[in-house]
């Protein structure tokens, strides 16, 4: 397979199928750099609850730092598999639980010190974790939820509305929010309605 063009490289094409090495079926291949990048999120995560939740009102320069840090390398981790063609099946199982891991977090800390509004927090956290079962069943019918588009770009504003408000209180959080939700709930949608298909196809 030869070296992938800029664009694709970057993450800005992405057509044609999935590689290979990360369908159903396939090995995890745990030990590959852009997974190494996947557990560091991890503990990114870790340590930004351990350090926010009890601080007086969430906004520790170090934790926000964590928060940031985890988030941006939710794309160094797709830029290494496209650059060393790394790519496993634990990578593709992996970066979607740790983005949604990543978001809950920030919805736990955001809530605790009401930093966001509580409901859209809510509803944003419900989404996430409806999200986690209906891909855990959808695994268990044998099927693969692909991240589609939308739920790639909604990803963006909602990490970096939880940034903002571990920042400062401000207005720009609080509409990369809504904006966020809405994206993910479309993103949900699509998600629900790619699943039934795939189901139906397998009569």
Do not use: C
Request: aromatic share 6%.
């Amino acid at each position: 397979m030869g070296r992938p063009g800029l664009a694709r490289l970057l993450g800005v094409r992405r057509e044609g199928p999935e590689p290979p090495e990360t369908r159903a079926g396939q090995p995890l291949h745990p030990l590959t750099v852009p997974n190494v990048v996947g557990f560091a999120r991890i503990a990114l995560i870790a340590a930004f609850l351990a350090i926010a939740l009890p601080s007086d009102d969430g906004r520790v320069t170090i934790a926000t730092i964590l928060f940031a840090a985890a988030a941006a390398f939710d794309y160094l981790d797709g830029l290494l598999a496209r650059a060393t063609g790394q790519y496993s099946r634990l990578g593709a199982l992996l970066d979607p639980l740790v983005d949604r891991t990543l978001v809950l977090a920030g919805v736990v800390v955001a809530w605790k010190f009401e930093l966001l509004p509580r409901w859209a927090l809510a509803t944003l956290g419900a989404r996430e974790l409806v999200m986690i079962v209906l891909v855990a069943g959808a695994l268990r019918l044998g099927l693969d939820i692909h991240i589609n588009w939308v739920g790639r770009i909604a990803v963006v504003p909602t990490m970096a509305a939880v940034a903002g408000a571990l920042i400062a209180d401000w207005w720009l959080p609080e509409i990369l929010l809504y904006a966020g939700i809405a994206g993910a709930l479309a993103a949900s949608a699509l998600y629900v309605r790619d699943g039934v298909r795939a189901l139906r196809a397998r009569g």
